[in-house]
């Protein structure tokens, strides 16, 4: 009676799992440079998206706190480049406007501010004196650094409220202390510190800004009771219907000569532009991962060619070509993994770490953590292709020879 001839036996996923961690397992440090190339790709494409969206999360809560419903209304040019004074009662007239919540505004004087009277009048610091409206800090929604804001009484009395930028340009740390306003066609005098503004990313020219009471800047500054800069704050739905309308409410004489802004949308243009460059960094983190892959390609050409002896023996014994490429194919998709998996976490902790140096909210997104490791074992099964189909086309006895 004939025996029947043996199958070859095959190997369960767990047998291939095994047989793929020899390699990284014997040769760990050659296996953990070949991933770091990987791991860098994946870390950098988790950091730079993770970092964006923070950004974009921290300005989108700076927005909702400072109102997206701001506009913005000031004197246009002429044809001669000369600024176009706004009606004095443009204030008025924006107020009647059904969608508008809140109107004030900033009157310019002929006023500016020194530390003292020792100061040459040409170092202005590039500061501004401004007439202030009691309500301005509520249209704009900021908040005080130290000190308080103007009221019925002190509007009448030489005192300054500062910006922020502005009292540090002038050194001054708190209420109390005195500055010297003058000017070419004004009465100089000391005025004194009531208090300091937190900085407003949403209306940034009042950082750089000494407000001081409108009756004061008439009587003393030289404003002309016109309204240098209108700042309107709308019902949040209907703001780019009073945005259209706005100039030619302003001053109905003249619409085309005044200047329509939306503060938001300058401050979203500005975090565009600060992220600009993410494309280009998400290509370099592309071509990170190119070249991990090229280095566990070149690990694995040169893993086959130290282990021809194994292989020809495995083959001896009656493993299948199959086997062999599926052996090496799974070495390099595990370099592939353990490299994506490890860039994922740094880039994760990275996001995290930055965030919370910058206050801003972590947004990781879930998409690149998940996808990087995926993009890693793609790119180092494709590197791991030739190397695998190599060692299967060895012959046991070209393999055992060579050895």
Request: proline fraction near 6%; aromatic fraction near 2%.
């Given at each position: 009676?004939m025996?029947?001839?043996?199958?070859?036996?095959?190997?369960?996923?767990?047998?291939?799992?095994?047989?793929?961690?020899?390699?990284?397992?014997?040769?760990t440090?050659?296996?953990?440079?070949?991933?770091?190339?990987?791991?860098?790709g994946?870390?950098?494409?988790?950091a730079?998206t993770?970092?964006?969206?923070?950004?974009?999360?921290h300005l989108?809560?700076r927005?909702?706190?400072?109102?997206?419903?701001?506009?913005?209304?000031s004197p246009?040019?002429?044809?001669?480049?000369r600024?176009v004074?706004?009606?004095?009662?443009s204030?008025?007239?924006?107020?009647?406007?059904?969608?508008?919540?809140?109107v004030?505004?900033?009157?310019?004087t002929q006023?500016?501010?020194?530390?003292n009277?020792?100061?040459?009048v040409?170092?202005t610091n590039?500061?501004?004196?401004?007439?202030a409206?009691l309500?301005?800090?509520g249209?704009?929604?900021?908040?005080?650094r130290v000190g308080?804001?103007l009221d019925r009484a002190?509007e009448?009395l030489?005192?300054?409220?500062?910006?922020?930028e502005?009292?540090?340009?002038?050194?001054?740390?708190?209420?109390?202390?005195?500055?010297?306003?003058?000017g070419?066609?004004i009465q100089?005098g000391?005025?004194s510190?009531?208090?300091?503004?937190?900085p407003?990313?949403?209306?940034p020219?009042?950082d750089?800004?000494?407000?001081?009471?409108?009756?004061?800047?008439t009587?003393?500054l030289?404003?002309?009771?016109?309204p240098a800069?209108v700042y309107?704050?709308t019902?949040?739905?209907r703001v780019?219907?009073?945005?259209?309308?706005a100039?030619?409410?302003a001053?109905p004489?003249?619409?085309?000569?005044?200047?329509v802004?939306?503060?938001?949308?300058?401050l979203k243009?500005?975090?565009e532009?600060?992220?600009?460059?993410?494309?280009?960094v998400?290509a370099l983190?592309?071509v990170a991962?190119?070249v991990g892959?090229?280095?566990?390609?070149?690990?694995?050409?040169?893993?086959?060619m130290e282990?021809?002896?194994?292989?020809?023996?495995?083959r001896?014994?009656?493993?299948?070509?199959?086997?062999?490429?599926a052996q090496?194919?799974?070495?390099s998709v595990?370099?592939g993994l353990?490299?994506?998996?490890?860039g994922?976490?740094?880039g994760?902790?990275?996001?995290?770490l930055?965030?919370?140096?910058?206050a801003?909210?972590?947004?990781?997104?879930?998409?690149?953590?998940?996808?990087?490791?995926?993009?890693?074992?793609?790119?180092a099964a494709?590197?791991?292709?030739?190397?695998?189909?190599?060692?299967?086309?060895?012959?046991?006895?070209?393999?055992?020879?060579?050895?």
């Amino acid at each position: 009676m004939m025996s029947s001839v043996p199958r070859p036996a095959r190997l369960s996923p767990a047998d291939l799992i095994r047989l793929g961690m020899v390699g990284p397992r014997t040769r760990t440090l050659r296996s953990v440079l070949s991933a770091l190339g990987v791991a860098l790709g994946v870390a950098a494409l988790v950091a730079v998206t993770g970092i964006s969206a923070s950004h974009q999360a921290h300005l989108l809560d700076r927005l909702d706190r400072l109102g997206s419903n701001l506009i913005t209304v000031s004197p246009g040019v002429d044809v001669d480049q000369r600024p176009v004074p706004l009606p004095k009662e443009s204030v008025a007239m924006l107020a009647a406007v059904a969608p508008v919540e809140t109107v004030s505004a900033t009157g310019a004087t002929q006023a500016d501010i020194y530390r003292n009277d020792l100061v040459p009048v040409t170092q202005t610091n590039g500061l501004s004196v401004r007439s202030a409206r009691l309500d301005l800090l509520g249209a704009l929604r900021g908040n005080l650094r130290v000190g308080r804001w103007l009221d019925r009484a002190t509007e009448r009395l030489p005192v300054v409220v500062l910006g922020s930028e502005a009292a540090d340009r002038l050194g001054i740390s708190g209420p109390g202390e005195r500055v010297w306003l003058c000017g070419k066609k004004i009465q100089c005098g000391w005025f004194s510190v009531l208090g300091i503004l937190a900085p407003n990313p949403l209306v940034p020219e009042i950082d750089s800004t000494a407000l001081t009471g409108r009756p004061q800047a008439t009587a003393r500054l030289g404003d002309d009771g016109t309204p240098a800069t209108v700042y309107v704050r709308t019902h949040p739905a209907r703001v780019t219907d009073v945005q259209a309308i706005a100039g030619a409410t302003a001053n109905p004489a003249a619409p085309n000569l005044v200047s329509v802004s939306r503060p938001s949308d300058l401050l979203k243009a500005r975090a565009e532009t600060k992220t600009s460059l993410e494309g280009m960094v998400l290509a370099l983190a592309g071509v990170a991962l190119a070249v991990g892959g090229l280095g566990i390609a070149n690990t694995m050409v040169v893993g086959v060619m130290e282990r021809r002896g194994e292989v020809g023996l495995r083959r001896a014994l009656g493993a299948r070509p199959g086997q062999i490429a599926a052996q090496f194919l799974i070495e390099s998709v595990m370099l592939g993994l353990f490299g994506g998996t490890a860039g994922a976490l740094v880039g994760g902790a990275t996001v995290h770490l930055y965030a919370s140096v910058k206050a801003w909210p972590t947004a990781v997104s879930l998409t690149w953590v998940t996808a990087g490791p995926v993009m890693a074992v793609v790119i180092a099964a494709g590197a791991g292709l030739y190397p695998a189909l190599r060692a299967a086309r060895m012959s046991p006895t070209e393999a055992l020879r060579s050895a």
